[in-house]
């Protein structure tokens, strides 16, 4: 056998790679990716460092709450090893969050152009016809120079929350020349966590805008920054202005509470009832709770 003087800087350079390898394989999570992939040893070994990378993004998506928390080199992607035609490649892979990110992207641009003519008012249930008649009501009243509530809308996935209300609030903005704003949570933290010194402006139009809608409250990762920086401020100043304000939530106003209370501390506590009255503050609190409608063309 030949002593590490004698060998090639090939057969140094494979031995280095080799030693890399069984290194990595004392971690649980690359010797389960390994054994998943099935490839010859000496074919892993020139991908150690690029599997270890699969290892650790997979790791960081353990934990993850959200793609504001991703720490993957591809924001809400996996460096993925695949097997095709007898060949490991690599590709990017999004995770769960990118994914939801991407639909709601497609439902948000396929709701700026819902209207009142794309309800069917054949699938109306009594609950649902409740909602409407509010909603009819809230539209045809609706003034700028007066104070009006808004509705926190709560129920389950599916129900057809977003789609209702982004109907009436849609007609609100082309025929009485309203200024609307419909934002899904996260979106709008992301849109304000992306540029710091847009910040202040893009606060400015949440808070002002005539009219914001903030949909699927509750789905969001809550921060100490959020809740007390972004929500409680900003529907702060929409109550002192009298400003309508409109959510959409899977959780009940008692359940958002909790939600929003980061420790259960007492001063936790307080923070989170504090934003609690000012949505109770801002709007009347209504269900609309069905079977999921998604397949006969209501949407979230």
């Not at 890399?20 to 999570?29: C, V």
């Not at 948000?108 to 069917?120: E, F, Q």
């Not at 069905?290 to 209501?298: A, I, P, Q, T």
Request: aromatic share 12%.
């Amino acid at each position: 056998m030949k002593n590490l003087k004698e060998l090639t800087k090939v057969e140094r350079f494979e031995l280095q790679l080799e030693s890399d390898f069984d290194e990595a394989l004392k971690d649980e999570e690359f010797k389960k990716l390994i054994k998943s992939l099935n490839r010859p040893k000496k074919e892993m070994m020139k991908y150690t460092s690029r599997l270890k990378t699969t290892c650790q993004e997979i790791k960081n998506c353990q934990n993850c709450q959200g793609l504001f928390q991703c720490q993957n080199a591809l924001e809400g992607h996996i460096d993925t090893p695949k097997i095709e035609e007898n060949r490991l490649y690599f590709t990017y892979y999004p995770c769960h969050y990118y994914q939801n990110m991407i639909l709601k992207d497609n439902e948000s641009n396929r709701l700026k152009k819902v209207m009142l003519k794309d309800i069917d008012l054949k699938l109306n249930d009594k609950q649902q016809s409740k909602v409407i008649k509010w909603l009819d009501t809230f539209y045809e009243n609706f003034d700028l120079g007066k104070i009006q509530k808004g509705l926190y809308l709560h129920g389950n996935f599916g129900s057809g929350k977003t789609f209702l209300t982004s109907a009436f609030l849609h007609e609100l903005e082309e025929k009485k020349n309203v200024r609307v704003e419909i934002i899904y949570i996260t979106d709008l933290i992301r849109d304000l966590k992306d540029d710091f010194f847009e910040f202040a402006d893009k606060m400015d139009w949440y808070c002002k805008v005539d009219v914001l809608m903030l949909d699927d409250l509750g789905a969001e990762k809550v921060t100490d920054w959020y809740r007390d920086e972004v929500l409680g401020p900003l529907l702060q100043f929409r109550m002192s202005q009298g400003k309508t304000t409109f959510f959409t939530s899977n959780l009940t106003i008692e359940e958002l509470e909790k939600h929003l209370s980061l420790f259960n501390s007492p001063d936790d506590k307080v923070k989170a009832r504090r934003i609690i009255e000012r949505i109770k503050y801002l709007t009347v609190d209504m269900e609309l709770v069905s079977e999921s409608r998604r397949e006969r063309g209501f949407h979230e």
